[in-house]
């Protein structure tokens, strides 16, 4: 669009019959804009075709109007979730989430959330809380609400909401360990950089060690989980200890394709073998076998975090960093 042709912030103003700070402030969502006066300036940027200029704004050192979400994948339907938590918290807000993917790639961590720091958004909510020292230098020196998400083993940066890995790994296995289950195998996928998996597998392998056991067999893959991942590596565990009860995979993925494994080979799951993931996503109950798996309230943590940057006073970190906790609900499938 020319320049020229482009309708101002002051000709919105003027349309709606206020200061220009007000109407700026109205389409901000400030709260100090009273009801009639934020209808008068949206109607009339509906109808002259209004758009605004964010990098203006952050060019003249004001915040805009984005928060910044990192998360580490797109592929799986559990970040999906918890982006349309964070969009539901702040509806209505005249905030807008821009999200960047790091593929558990810790320095494509640390570029995203340099390139979203340099945006000046209102606040950032990023995944986990085991960033690179630089990637963590750059958080707390960012001056806004910092949200981090998923994880509460660890120190946050500012606030912090999620739930214990590390307990959630040790409840799973006491409840498979309470059904009788003693010989145990796991599979997982990539936990050299998935950490929240690593504390599932420690907090698991803490809590077998406890009742006098151990994992029989592990198999741990290169790179990112899925489905034909978890047939080959159920294959390769049951072709190397076939005499496995129990199988705790590192997520539902890997799960369900165990338990396709199950099916062509004919074991009986859950009698004879049990399989475990982790998320609770939708798709595991439609599995022709059961499977047990620990379901995670995602949306509630997109829901909660967008919460916390909304309610950040004054738009800077808390002095108390404030901290949500939720706790998995465990489903035997049994």
């Not at 509806?91 to 570029?111: A, L, N, R, W």
Request: negative net charge; glycine residues 12%; hydrophobic residues 45%.
């Amino acid at each position: 669009m020319d320049e020229k042709n482009r309708i101002t912030l002051a000709e919105v103003a003027t349309a709606a019959g206020v200061s220009k700070m007000t109407a700026s402030r109205a389409l901000r969502g400030a709260g100090d804009v009273s009801g009639k006066n934020v209808e008068k300036v949206r109607q009339a940027a509906r109808e002259m075709g209004y758009v605004g200029n964010h990098l203006a704004s952050s060019l003249s050192g004001q915040r805009s109007s984005l928060i910044g979400v990192v998360v580490p994948s797109m592929a799986n339907i559990v970040f999906a979730e918890v982006l349309a938590g964070i969009a539901e918290g702040i509806e209505g807000s005249g905030m807008q989430p821009v999200f960047g993917v790091t593929d558990y790639d810790p320095e494509k961590e640390y570029e995203v959330i340099r390139n979203m720091l340099s945006w000046s958004p209102a606040g950032l909510i990023v995944t986990g809380l085991d960033q690179s020292d630089d990637a963590r230098r750059m958080l707390e020196k960012a001056n806004i609400p910092v949200v981090q998400i998923m994880d509460l083993d660890g120190t946050p940066v500012d606030a912090c909401v999620g739930f214990s890995q590390h307990a959630a790994g040790v409840a799973m296995a006491e409840a498979l360990l309470g059904l009788g289950r003693k010989r145990f195998g796991y599979a997982g996928c990539g936990l050299n950089v998935d950490f929240r998996a690593r504390k599932r597998f420690e907090g698991f392998s803490e809590a077998l060690s406890r009742a006098g056991l151990a994992f029989e067999i592990t198999r741990i893959a290169a790179g990112l989980s899925n489905v034909k991942a978890g047939r080959q590596l159920t294959a390769q565990l049951l072709e190397a200890q076939p005499g496995l009860d129990c199988i705790y995979f590192s997520n539902d993925d890997l799960a369900a394709g165990g338990a396709f494994h199950c099916i062509s080979a004919g074991l009986s799951v859950p009698d004879a073998l049990m399989l475990a993931g982790f998320n609770g996503l939708e798709f595991v109950e439609s599995l022709p076998v059961k499977v047990a798996t620990s379901r995670t309230p995602r949306r509630e943590i997109g829901q909660a975090a967008a919460r916390i940057v909304l309610g950040s006073a004054g738009g800077s970190q808390a002095e108390t960093p404030a901290q949500i906790a939720f706790l998995p609900e465990i489903d035997l499938g049994v």
